[in-house]
């Protein structure tokens, strides 16, 4: 008998494919505004650069430095600076049009809706993330995974993001879980694992690029389906 009861598991590059579901928007986007007019850059650029510019802003919002319309607002013209293009040629709609095709694509990780159908008999399954409300309801649903989790907790709505302890509080409170039966998987070990760590946790670090880790995990998988040897 599992000694876990509450399953709290991290969303985006855990369950959702977000890299995957990001670079099919921006090619979409690519075409429809024909960017290759532009003559600067092609589509793999434009998602290489998507990702580093991107992962500098949830950087600077994760620790408070910026907020969610900062995001949005510098993501496109500092994609386009990077790659040396105008960035008056950055389509008004075009930051519009990714918000909102994005969370409409359906990749998640191999055995996401296998190990979910599995835990979701043993456990309660439930959602952490530092998204916003809005954009992740849409993703669980696109990705047929909205019926596995009971509560969903946001940064925007508790105004704490992992590893702040308070958020995994929150979540916890709002589950009626107890920590000594509370479980969270992720992928980032700044976020998921360290917030874990911070509130007494158990925890799973989901690496499946077999990343160097700088932390003392107490399980590691690279697999989702692994999760049927811990749990
Ligand atoms: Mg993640």
């Known amino acids: 008998m599992s000694k876990y009861k509450h399953i709290f598991f991290d969303l985006d590059h855990t369950l959702w494919d977000y890299d995957t579901n990001a670079t099919d928007s921006l090619f979409e986007l690519f075409d429809k505004h024909q960017l290759d007019k532009l003559d600067r850059f092609g589509k793999g650029d434009l998602a290489k650069t998507f990702f580093e510019v991107n992962y500098d802003l949830w950087d600077l ?52 809706h296998d190990i979910l159908e599995y835990l979701s008999e043993k456990y309660e399954l439930h959602i952490i993330t530092n998204g916003f409300d809005d954009i992740q309801a849409i993703k669980l649903e696109s990705s047929n995974m909205d019926q596995f989790f009971d509560v969903i907790i946001t940064s925007e709505t508790t105004v704490y993001r992992k590893p702040d302890k308070e958020i995994f509080e929150l979540a916890m409170d709002r589950a009626g879980a107890q920590l000594e039966h509370s479980m969270m998987i992720g992928d980032n070990l700044e976020s998921d694992i360290r917030g874990a760590m911070n509130v007494g946790m158990d925890h799973v670090w989901f690496n499946p690029e077999g990343k160097d880790g700088r932390l003392a995990v107490q399980h590691e998988i690279k697999n989702l389906i692994e999760l049927k040897g811990i749990l």
């Open 61 to 112: 919002y994760n620790v408070g430095e910026i907020q969610r319309p900062d995001i949005r607002e510098r993501r496109f013209p500092a994609i386009f600076d990077r790659l040396g293009a105008n960035r008056a040629d950055v389509p008004a709609t075009l930051e519009l049009e990714y918000v909102s095709l994005a969370p409409t694509k359906s990749a998640t990780f191999v055995g996401a």
